[in-house]
């Protein structure tokens, strides 16, 4: 019965306020709805997309969700319709007890960006509890000898609910010598049995009656508890208190032992009669018994358990003082004990949201922590206030009560910190305050902002000619401060500074490591130095590069053999002289040419007689091939004289070559000789033809540079001429 009478009490509450819209409205700034408890499981509680101003796109792009730091989730937001749903049974007693309004905040989180929004729910209470007594009996002994109008105190009744639906009245079934009182402390109501009529032990022994609470709700719910009234026939004056209600108050880190209040009753009779004991009221619950602790003689409630303002702030109960009589008479009195806060608790750090790594790029302002703090004390013990260490660039913005979000405040740099250890600290405002501290780690991610740079600007190699295609030249190293693929680098060529050849053609490069191969042999006598730029690119988003100046010197090798210009191939491989027989010593027979394709020390070219018909004639020039007679020529020299002359570089190895030179000895002989007579007329018409070349160019350059002068002499005159003809014209 008491089941169904709970089902039609919800349906009719959820009917009720169903029948309406919501209530929605904001306070400072939040969202509040108001729903009433024991909703079913996916019951609509509003729309918080659209009065968070999302539309239905944002709520999976913005990942919109609850945050809950008890483990409890008693709402769902459905990404689909923006609903804020029930997920949990609500139980407003279980969550606010009789507190009045009962409100659940709630944190919505939305990402991208970082926002935090304070959500309140407010609870209301519908009539799903009954008034119940905490024992379904309670015995009276009562002598028959107490006056009318004497008060015996009852269990008062329990009802979790609140306002309206809490408990309403008392009622007492009807009987003959008993009323019922209802007297109000602190807000409750509280029953006493009073007599009314004098007892009669001899007529009616024992009393049955029923006490009836009900509440006031729609339908009214109620309980009761029976009263067993023992009448006696002994010890009529019972235990009367100085105070029908004591109150006192105690810090809650109060050491056990301490004595809290003391409580007093009288008793007029005499003897055993009037010997008073203490004891707690049989409706006190057990955690007063363990917390608190009474004297049995002297009355004095003392502390005997911890006490913790966080988890009860104030003990209500009864004290019994009852006689040694018998049978024992009692009286009662109320007992009321507060608990001072004590700042006992230090504060608490919850990080909501973190969001790491985050990029180095970030700008100023970027959220990256969602952080809140408590306090379990209360008043200025409770308050918090949280603190970011001043040396790293982040900073903590206050959003909503006790509510902050961690932003950066300066340019992150990835290179100069990778990670940042950001302590928080939490201090409160009591006294003495107590403070709690708390490390996050944020990890900042690399972006591509530092190009790469060369260990040096330009770079000088030096190459020796001849050396083997694919051989390693050199080798160009570039750093990037960066990591992963925004610090791998590749080298390229870009090409020759010059551009009068492709450089590609020469050299190539690995594009890994920039190790510098030839394409193959270089020759000295065709290119002396070039140059080329290399370029390091790493494979950011967007890629990044910078170059360097790469000059290549070829360095001569003794690979060319001397050339005989004179005597020519043309005269074929031997020389053909003639000379008079009057010839004296250092008559000038004749002079070998030649010349080296090489350069510096290679191309220094010596001469020398190898082997002579007669060596004691002829003598050669070491430096200038010239080729004389040693002393005069006898009447017994041989007419024909052959000449082998060795012509050698200074390179290493030495590169040499040998020209054969016959001479003739005539007799009467007094002319040049012929072969010096034609070179010395093709050398003679040689320099005709550049001699006249030269002229010719010169006669034009000197009419070219007559010409220009002419030319800038008369722009000179018109220049100096047109102002006179202006002022002759205004006149």
Not at 123 to 145: G, M, V
């Amino acid at each position: 019965m008491d089941q169904k009478r709970m089902m039609d009490v919800f349906h009719f509450y959820q009917w009720r306020i169903l029948c309406f819209t919501l209530l929605l409205y904001t306070v400072d700034g939040q969202i509040r709805y108001t729903i009433p408890e024991e909703l079913k499981e996916g019951s609509v509680v509003g729309n918080i997309a659209k009065d968070l101003g999302f539309g239905l796109s944002d709520i999976s792009d913005r990942r919109l969700r609850i945050a809950s730091d008890t483990g409890k989730q008693y709402f769902h937001i459905d990404l689909g319709r923006g609903e804020l749903t029930v997920h949990e049974r609500i139980d407003r007693e279980t969550l606010c007890s009789q507190t009045v309004p009962c409100l659940l905040p709630i944190e919505v989180i939305a990402e991208n960006p970082l926002q935090l929004y304070r959500i309140e729910i407010e609870i209301q209470d519908i009539n799903d509890n009954s008034p119940t007594f905490q024992s379904h009996e309670r015995i009276l002994n009562i002598p028959e000898t107490v006056n009318p109008g004497a008060k015996f105190p009852l269990d008062k009744a329990e009802d979790p609910d609140v306002a309206s639906n809490s408990l309403r009245s008392y009622s007492l079934s009807n009987n003959d010598n008993f009323k019922l009182n209802v007297k109000n402390q602190d807000g409750k109501k509280i029953p006493e049995l009073v007599l009314d009529k004098y007892l009669d032990r001899e007529k009616q022994a024992v009393h049955k009656l029923i006490l009836t609470a009900v509440d006031g709700g729609n339908p009214v719910r109620s309980g009761t508890s029976e009263i067993i009234i023992t009448v006696l026939d002994i010890n009529d004056n019972s235990p009367q208190f100085e105070k029908p209600f004591y109150e006192g108050s105690i810090d809650e880190n109060t050491a056990p032992g301490r004595e809290v209040i003391r409580v007093k009753a009288l008793d007029l009779d005499e003897g055993p009669n009037g010997e008073v004991e203490y004891f707690f009221g049989e409706q006190s619950a057990d955690a007063t018994r363990e917390l608190f602790d009474i004297n049995l003689e002297t009355g004095v409630i003392s502390v005997k358990g911890q006490l913790d303002y966080e988890k009860s702030n104030l003990h209500t109960f009864d004290i019994l003082a009852k006689d040694k009589g018998s049978p024992r008479i009692e009286g009662h009195c109320s007992v009321k004990i507060k608990i001072t806060d004590v700042n006992d608790n230090a504060p608490e750090i919850v990080i909501t949201s973190l969001t790491t790594p985050i990029p180095e790029n970030s700008p100023v302002g970027t959220v990256v922590a969602l952080i809140s703090a408590k306090d379990a004390d209360s008043g200025e013990n409770g308050k918090v206030k949280v603190e970011v260490a001043s040396n790293s660039p982040f900073k903590l913005n206050h959003s909503l009560s006790n509510h902050y979000m961690l932003v950066t405040n300066a340019h992150i740099d990835r290179e100069v910190h990778s990670q940042y250890d950001i302590q928080l600290n939490a201090i409160d405002l009591g006294s003495p305050p107590l403070s709690t501290k708390k490390t996050i780690s944020i990890s900042i991610s690399d972006t591509n902002d530092n190009p790469p740079v060369f260990t040096q600007k330009s770079y000088v190699v030096y190459v020796k000619e001849n050396c083997a295609p694919g051989s390693m030249l050199s080798s160009v190293s570039a750093q990037d401060p960066d990591v992963e693929k925004n610090a791998k680098i590749s080298y390229s060529i870009l090409g020759s500074t010059s551009q009068e050849f492709p450089v590609s053609s020469y050299v190539y490069i690995n594009s890994d490591n920039g190790s510098i191969f030839s394409m193959h042999s270089f020759d000295y006598e065709k290119i002396k130095v070039f140059q080329f730029l290399v370029q390091a690119k790493d494979q950011g988003t967007p890629s990044l590069s910078s170059n360097a100046t790469v000059h290549v010197f070829i360095l001569d090798q003794n690979d060319n053999v001397p050339a005989v210009i004179y005597p020519s191939s043309a005269m074929g491989s031997m020389s053909h002289q003639r000379m008079p027989r009057s010839a004296k010593m250092g008559h000038l027979v004749t002079k070998v040419t030649a010349v080296d394709a090489d350069s510096g020390h290679n191309a220094w070219i010596s001469y020398r007689l190898a082997e002579a018909t007669d060596s004691s004639l002829f003598a050669v020039n070491l430096y200038t091939g010239e080729v004389r007679t040693k002393r005069s020529v006898s009447e017994q020299d041989d007419a024909s004289q052959r000449l082998l002359i060795e012509i050698k570089d200074n390179g290493e190895p030495v590169q040499s070559t040998t020209v054969t030179v016959d001479i003739l000895i005539e007799d009467g002989l007094h002319e040049p000789i012929s072969d010096f007579r034609q070179k010395a007329t093709e050398r003679d018409k040689k320099n005709s033809k550049l001699t006249f070349y030269l002229i010719l160019a010169l006669a034009s350059v000197s009419m070219l540079s007559l010409l220009t002068f002419f030319i800038l002499l008369i722009k000179c005159a018109r220049g100096k001429r047109q102002p006179k003809l202006l002022f002759k014209t205004k006149l």
